[in-house]
């Protein structure tokens, strides 16, 4: 199986992982679905068991059950270690390739949306979240544009949406309810919303929709050099946003996949058409801008008609969670999930601080460990002792960088602790680093 699309189906799993849970009507639900995924663990572990029973017959059973138990089972799967059975290794190992196998066509097609009828705006954006983990935040207080009465506070909005792309979906919900898109928030796998401003155009209609991504031209300037009769060029900007529930962290722009008409079918030329250049996505934004830069045409062309092109987009796929007991003891301890590598290396004590030395290692990087490594700083890590309190970290030193590695050293403050008997370290981190390219065409872009 392509290495590339394996990793592909962890970001559908995050997907799933990032859903946002609906509430329980009573305490009775949250009994019952802790009472199902306690059947589901204990109904996993049963067949792993059963991948080592004496009977070959038995442990094929065992293994076809477990692939048909779906991806949800993939973080009940025990980690492999030296005393892992040569037999279960190798038949965990198929599981695992079977269910993210099973699961790649979904981490690569956009979420869907079904909703038709009359409803407030805020029952619209609740439901799209209910059914693709996007969620939405309303930025319009913080502008000072909320108001009393709930026809506008809440629009009603009237739609018919069946199974639509997300951004479709939003675009459709947007427009209804006079809203935009603010792109400057500060939310985490979240998009927030606005009030349109006045003249702002209505979004749907404008934007290229691939896959997860939207594409839609924003701003365009051309340049007379008046020096140098020559020297003419235009600049146009491309927004491009990406739906909340995936983390890009760079966006590359293959120039010599990029093409352009005019209205009369002729060639548009580039200022420069090599090389990738590189848009990296800082914090938490939803989106970011790129520019393409054109050699102007002659005053006679009106329009760009077409911009043909392929995006390249590096993205963080779905969170695992390593856990390492007994700190004091661990020497060179390792666990591999899904295409990740976690070793700690030692937990040694440096003064009145405690260093855990450890290393993340990844199959396929995609180059996201060379020139965009800062996102793995933000990796979740602490300690928890012996009656499960937390420990933050106190701060991280970086003492490997490679194509596909990283070393790092976390510094923990345990008090008056003698040692780091009964700790337990703790480290999350994106399982895989994948690359989707996004191919898309932009039409009718007039010119100044």
Not at 14 to 43: C, F, I, R, W, Y
Not at 265 to 293: H, R, W
């Amino acid at each position: 199986m392509n290495a590339a699309l394996v990793l592909l189906s962890l970001l559908a799993i995050g997907q799933a992982e990032n859903s946002p849970a609906k509430k329980p009507a009573a305490p009775v639900d949250v009994a019952a679905a802790e009472t199902n995924n306690e059947e589901l663990a204990g109904k996993v572990r049963a067949l792993v068991k059963q991948l080592d029973a004496n009977q070959s017959a038995q442990r094929d059973t065992a293994e076809k059950e477990l692939v048909g138990l779906g991806s949800d089972v993939l973080p009940l799967l025990p980690v492999v270690n030296n005393r892992t059975p040569a037999e279960v290794r190798n038949r965990l190992a198929r599981v695992r390739a079977a269910l993210l196998k099973i699961a790649v066509e979904a981490a690569t097609k956009p979420a869907t949306v079904t909703l038709s009828g009359e409803m407030p705006a805020s029952d619209a954006f609740k439901k799209i979240t209910e059914q693709t983990g996007n969620k939405f935040i309303d930025y319009r207080a913080r502008f000072n544009q909320d108001e009393e009465d709930p026809k506008l506070s809440d629009p009603k909005i009237t739609v018919n949406l069946d199974k639509v792309t997300f951004w479709e979906a939003v675009d459709t919900v947007l427009d209804a309810a006079e809203f935009s898109l603010y792109d400057y928030d500060d939310e985490s796998e979240a998009l927030a919303y606005t009030a349109r401003e006045e003249g702002a155009i209505k979004r749907k209609g404008h934007a290229f929709y691939g896959g997860l991504f939207r594409l839609e031209p924003s701003r365009i300037e051309a340049v007379r050099n008046l020096k140098n009769t020559s020297s003419r060029s235009l600049r146009l900007t491309v927004d491009v946003a990406w739906e909340p529930r995936v983390r890009p962290i760079v966006l590359q722009q293959p120039l010599a996949d990029v093409e352009a008409k005019d209205e009369s079918g002729n060639s548009l030329t580039f200022d420069g058409t090599q090389g990738e250049p590189e848009v990296p996505v800082e914090g938490t934004n939803a989106g970011v801008e790129i520019d393409f830069s054109l050699n102007a045409p002659e005053r006679s062309v009106k329009k760009i008609a077409s911009l043909k092109g392929k995006l390249l987009a590096t993205v963080l796929g779905r969170v695992e969670t390593f856990e390492f007991p007994d700190l004091d003891k661990i020497k060179q301890a390792e666990q591999e999930r899904g295409g990740v590598t976690v070793a700690v290396d030692e937990c040694r004590k440096n003064g009145e601080i405690y260093d855990v030395i450890m290393r993340v290692r990844f199959d396929k990087a995609a180059n996201a460990l060379e020139s965009h490594r800062g996102w793995i700083f933000n990796n979740e890590c602490y300690l928890l002792d012996a009656k499960g309190n937390r420990i933050e970290q106190a701060g991280i030193e970086a003492e490997l960088q490679d194509v596909n590695e990283v070393g790092l050293a976390y510094k923990f403050d345990l008090g008056d602790a003698k040692s780091a008997a009964g700790y337990k370290f703790v480290y999350k981190t994106p399982a895989a680093i994948i690359r989707i390219p996004v191919e898309f065409e932009l039409t009718d872009i007039d010119l100044p």
